[in-house]
């Protein structure tokens, strides 16, 4: 479904709650949302999953939810990669820590891991949000996205979101041998200028009218998306728009961070 389609469909809407699992007894004071995207994991950053380890361990202990809003992976070509490729399966598991504690994860497809599926919701003990989603949470209403449905002004990136998205082609895709599918991934990844060498553009970043758009369409005045890698608190016409950080630990400058939202409302953080 392409995200034209989800937007006449109108604004699809739940309250962020935590899920009562395993008996944890839970405390009276509502704890915060964490949101994260675009870690971009892949086993070749050693230190930017030590970063995410830890943060899922330690900095989102004392959360009610984590949302990934895209962009977990490096890239995603099938969950049977979770048997084929340790990694996955390390990545899920550590994931899998934070229902066991009473933590809630959400996760949002990016357009690198969008064939992320039903098996690896399931290994990493999340349940997938569609995009875009509006949540309610200390009684704001909040869209979230993973940010490349607004990078309209790229009409040739909007093209292969629009076929990539097409289910029988995924399904035809998923059906090639794991390594063929590897092989085609690492060839894509190669030949994208997307991230650390992209030069800045701003054919690669949102444009206003699909800002706007969004905040129209869902009847909010807060947004949450990732994506292009240019954290940031927006003032927009329609409202306020932040944009999640990018992770990278092993290249250079350390870059990184999550946002936070509770009862006082939403905060830019560090990594700790
Ligand atoms: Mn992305």
């Given at each position: 479904m392409s995200a034209r389609q989800d937007q006449d469909a109108g604004p699809r809407h739940v309250e962020a709650s935590v899920p009562h699992e395993h008996g944890r007894t839970r405390p009276h004071a509502p704890r915060p949302l964490l949101l994260i995207s675009d870690l971009h994991l892949s086993a070749s950053i050693p230190r930017t999953v030590d970063?995410?380890?830890h943060f899922v361990r330690v900095t989102a202990d004392s959360a009610d939810s984590v949302f990934v809003l895209g962009d977990l992976f490096?890239?995603?070509?099938?969950?049977?990669?979770l048997a084929a490729d340790p990694f996955a399966a390390?990545?899920?598991a550590i994931?899998?820590?934070?229902?066991?504690?009473g933590i809630a994860l959400y996760v949002m497809h990016g357009n690198r891991d969008f064939l992320l599926g039903k098996r690896f919701m399931k290994a990493a003990g999340a349940i997938w949000l569609p995009d875009p989603f509006v949540m309610t949470a200390f009684g704001a209403r909040i869209v979230l996205a993973h940010g490349d449905s607004l990078c309209t002004?790229?009409?040739?990136?909007q093209t292969f979101r629009r076929?990539?998205?097409w289910r029988a082609l995924q399904l035809m895709f998923l059906a090639w041998p794991f390594k063929w599918r590897q092989a085609l991934a690492e060839r894509m990844r190669n030949s994208s200028d997307e991230g650390r060498s992209r030069p800045p553009s701003p054919l690669y970043d949102v444009t206003h009218e699909s800002v706007e758009a969004l905040f129209r369409w869902s009847h909010t005045t807060t947004m949450i998306h990732g994506h292009t890698h240019k954290p940031a608190r927006h003032q927009e016409a329609g409202?306020?728009?932040?944009?999640l950080p990018d992770w990278d630990l092993d290249h250079g400058v350390r870059?990184?961070?999550?946002?936070r939202v509770d009862a006082e409302g939403i905060h830019a953080l560090p990594l700790d």
């Open positions: 970063a995410f380890e490096e890239y995603w070509i099938g969950d049977d990669r390390r990545i899920a994931l899998h820590t934070l229902t066991e504690r002004a790229d009409r040739k990136y076929i990539a998205r409202g306020t728009r932040w944009v870059r990184g961070g999550y946002l």
